[in-house]
């Protein structure tokens, strides 16, 4: 288990624009600010996705008004596929696009655990099933009424389901747009084998170009001592580094890397801390 690493004002929450800074709190015990959705951003993504709910309900009801006249099996696909977009759209864009419909896509949200992991099928399932009785008695009355009282801006649904609602930071939204399947990017150059740390300053990105002999090398690496927690917790800490002071970051590097180092097989000696933590990334993804 890593230890956790220092934080800033960890516990703090700060009032800004309808939503709230908190600090979550992984199962290793590592804290980290995020911004909980306020009801504001929160309306205006479900209002997108009501926007595009009733678009695709028109489509599919206009295309199929021939089923309906006939009657019969036609008629009941067509109902069936209503009730798909009415009712599973939520759950379908969630589960498929790492928690964002496209509401929370257009709004920079994001459903997640309220540790701050992705959120699981089972608990978006949980959260959407629970959206019926947040509706109450019309127009989310209930919900809007948790969102409104709950620390974390959550209605039933998320309360029952231990999620979340974010909102992304504009990094990340950058990063995710530009980088649809990959969380890393290489754009620094690295001519030589992997265990051959570059001299060129790190961006937030934490971000470097692997040559095919050095993402061969990387290819390698036996990480299966390494969990997602792990992972998850270096991924933090990469994307916050520059934040931090030169003493606390390196102090951070220096005890990440001595907890993982031992994990790993295959690691040149001479690799620099941060840099292995970089590359410990790009070689958890790579085994997927």
């Given at each position: 288990?890593?230890?956790a690493?220092?934080?800033?004002?960890?516990?703090?929450?700060?009032?800004?624009?309808?939503?709230?800074?908190?600090?979550?709190?992984?199962?290793?015990?590592?804290?980290?600010?995020?911004?909980?959705?306020?009801?504001?951003?929160?309306?205006?993504?479900?209002?997108?996705?009501?926007?595009?709910?009733?678009?695709?309900?028109?489509?599919?009801?206009?295309?199929?008004?021939?089923?309906?006249?006939?009657?019969?099996?036609?008629?009941?696909?067509?109902?069936?596929?209503?009730?798909?977009?009415?009712?599973?759209?939520?759950?379908?864009?969630?589960?498929?696009?790492r928690?964002?419909?496209?509401?929370?896509r257009m709004?920079?949200?994001?459903?997640?655990?309220?540790?701050?992991?992705?959120?699981?099928?089972?608990?978006?399932?949980?959260?959407?099933?629970?959206?019926?009785?947040d509706?109450?008695p019309?127009?989310?009355?209930?919900?809007?009424v948790?969102?409104?009282?709950?620390?974390?801006?959550?209605?039933?649904?998320?309360?029952?389901?231990?999620?979340?609602?974010?909102?992304?930071?504009?990094?990340v939204?950058?990063?995710?747009?530009?980088?649809?399947?990959?969380?890393?990017?290489?754009?620094?150059?690295?001519?030589?084998?992997?265990?051959?740390?570059?001299?060129?300053?790190?961006?937030?990105?934490?971000?470097?170009?692997?040559?095919d002999?050095?993402r061969?090398?990387?290819?390698?690496w036996?990480?299966i001592?390494?969990?997602?927690?792990?992972?998850?917790?270096?991924r933090?800490?990469?994307?916050?580094?520059?934040?931090?002071?030169?003493?606390?970051?390196?102090?951070?590097?220096?005890?990440?890397?001595?907890?993982?180092?031992p994990?790993?097989?295959?690691?040149?000696?001479?690799?620099?801390?941060?840099?292995?933590?970089?590359?410990?990334?790009?070689?958890?993804q790579?085994k997927?």
């Amino acid at each position: 288990m890593i230890d956790a690493p220092p934080q800033p004002n960890v516990g703090s929450r700060t009032r800004s624009y309808g939503s709230d800074r908190t600090t979550l709190r992984t199962p290793e015990g590592v804290g980290f600010e995020v911004t909980i959705a306020g009801l504001g951003s929160r309306a205006f993504g479900a209002l997108i996705d009501a926007v595009v709910q009733t678009i695709l309900v028109v489509i599919v009801s206009s295309a199929s008004q021939g089923s309906f006249q006939e009657g019969g099996f036609g008629s009941a696909i067509v109902v069936v596929l209503v009730f798909v977009l009415i009712f599973c759209y939520f759950f379908i864009c969630e589960t498929l696009f790492r928690g964002r419909t496209l509401g929370k896509r257009m709004t920079g949200l994001r459903v997640m655990n309220d540790q701050g992991a992705p959120a699981s099928a089972r608990q978006i399932m949980v959260r959407n099933l629970v959206r019926i009785v947040d509706f109450l008695p019309f127009f989310y009355i209930i919900g809007i009424v948790g969102i409104l009282t709950s620390n974390r801006s959550q209605r039933l649904g998320d309360l029952a389901a231990g999620t979340i609602v974010i909102v992304e930071p504009a990094s990340v939204r950058k990063r995710n747009k530009s980088a649809k399947k990959r969380q890393v990017q290489f754009t620094n150059a690295l001519p030589g084998p992997v265990g051959v740390p570059t001299p060129k300053p790190l961006s937030d990105d934490f971000s470097v170009e692997l040559s095919d002999a050095a993402r061969d090398e990387l290819a390698t690496w036996d990480v299966i001592g390494v969990t997602r927690s792990d992972v998850a917790i270096v991924r933090q800490f990469l994307a916050r580094r520059n934040s931090l002071t030169p003493a606390a970051r390196n102090k951070i590097a220096d005890e990440f890397a001595a907890k993982l180092r031992p994990r790993v097989q295959g690691v040149h000696p001479t690799l620099s801390n941060e840099r292995f933590l970089e590359l410990l990334v790009e070689a958890k993804q790579l085994k997927r």
